[in-house]
């Protein structure tokens, strides 16, 4: 077990696109067991490979309050989306910075378990906008990605003054919601 480094906007490497895995063996349940110590530490409800430098198709998800009902995505593909749905955002690689994203209310999807078992999972509110949130960052692609211009630029400027690299967490994380 290991608790590994996550990657903060605008790394290049978030950019990179995670590719399937061949096969669920013990290297990958290593990788997926220092995936969720690692959001467990950093208080995420959910850590795609691609924000620990791996480029491979991993998933990691919690969004229970009791923090009891670990969900393991491996080359998850999309089978339904469906309905519309406004929700406030935020993400590991971007810390201290919350925005609104539109995403699909409801989602689909089939993945492998860390036993390499084929699921189908159907899911709503938050986990659905959590599962939308971390196949995007598999593809390269971050919640920062859907803000309308002004709210890009304002958060430019923020960066400009205090990038992540060299703040924490905690930072200012609410202060320019005007
Ligand atoms: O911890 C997280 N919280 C969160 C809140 C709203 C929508 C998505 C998320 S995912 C985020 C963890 C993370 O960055 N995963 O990639
Ligand atoms: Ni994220």
Redesign the pocket.
């Known amino acids: 077990m290991a608790l590994l480094d996550i990657l903060h906007f605008p790394d290049p490497r978030l950019r990179l696109k995670a590719v399937p895995v061949v096969s669920v063996d013990d290297s990958v349940r290593d990788i997926v067991s220092d995936m969720f110590e690692t959001m467990y530490d950093a208080?995420?409800?959910?850590?795609?490979a691609t924000?620990v430098n791996i480029q491979q198709q991993i998933i990691v998800i919690d969004v229970s309050s009791e923090k009891d009902e670990p969900i393991c995505l491996i080359n998850p593909q999309i089978q339904t989306l469906e309905g519309s749905e406004e929700?406030?955002?935020?993400?590991?690689?971007v810390p201290g910075y919350f925005e609104n994203v539109t995403r699909a209310e409801r989602v689909v999807i089939e993945a492998l378990d860390e036993t390499g078992t084929k699921r189908e999972i159907a899911a709503d509110e938050?986990l659905a906008?959590?599962i939308q949130?971390?196949m995007d960052?598999l593809e390269g692609k971050l919640?920062v990605d859907y803000l309308s211009p002004l709210k890009r630029q304002r958060l430019k400027k923020k960066l400009e003054k205090n990038p992540l690299s060299k703040s924490s967490s905690s930072n200012d994380s609410h202060s320019d919601a005007s």
């Not at 208080?43 to 795609?48: D, S, T, Y």
């Open positions: 208080l995420g409800i959910g850590l795609a924000q929700m406030q955002e935020g993400c590991l690689s938050l906008v959590c949130h971390e960052h919640f």
